[in-house]
């Protein structure tokens, strides 16, 4: 969203939750109300042009809504928040295309999901952080916890590591010129900013002290330290 809210970029979401093979065009035409820019007439185009195109793969569903983009909003760069895999290798065989990797502090995750640090928890996370710095060796790295509580910088390094020129009023996020249909957004319209959610700095935990790799790979992979 914060990315989204640059003037060269529009926010898309989670594109790979609206296009992919398993939505059928009724669950997407049921949503088209939902989406962040109030009412819709990009999706409708997309879903149109999949079925004339009659498109079934990922990578060709994406084709269709590269080409939708691209004539709706000449010149400019979709942010697409899908998460898996399989969607990068889809899209990046059609088009330039730059990973950028969400790392939370794995104190911070592990509360999330289920409500305390534990030593699985920490483990999980350790292992799915390392296999994606396999799959994504080349990917843009940022930290959550920079992103959401010193936000100018982290966000003027995110900007610079992918080409783009730093705009301070980025981090009033808007969202009247995405087209979110899918994918964690903030429901409200006008300007929104980030708010941290900092319950896991309440909860004492042993693990983090005895899980000692796990902790500096944290402080890399989050911190950048
Ligand atoms: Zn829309």
Redesign the pocket.
Known sequence: MLLGSHSECIAVGEVDNVIGPERDRTWVEDH?GR?????????PIVMETIDTDGATTLADRYAAFLRTFAEFFPGKIPVDSSKHLDTYHALASLSECTPIRITRDVRAWSVSVSGKVTARKMLRWYKMNKRYDKALSHAVNIGYEPLALHTDEALSKLCEAVDLEYQPAMKEIHMSD????VGNRMRTSGALKIRYDSRWLAGASIWPALLRPVMNYNRRRVYGL
Do not use: Q
Request: hydrophobic share 30%; glycine share 8%.
């Open positions: 088209y989406c962040t820019c109030g009412k819709c007439n990009f999706w995405s087209h979110i249909l």
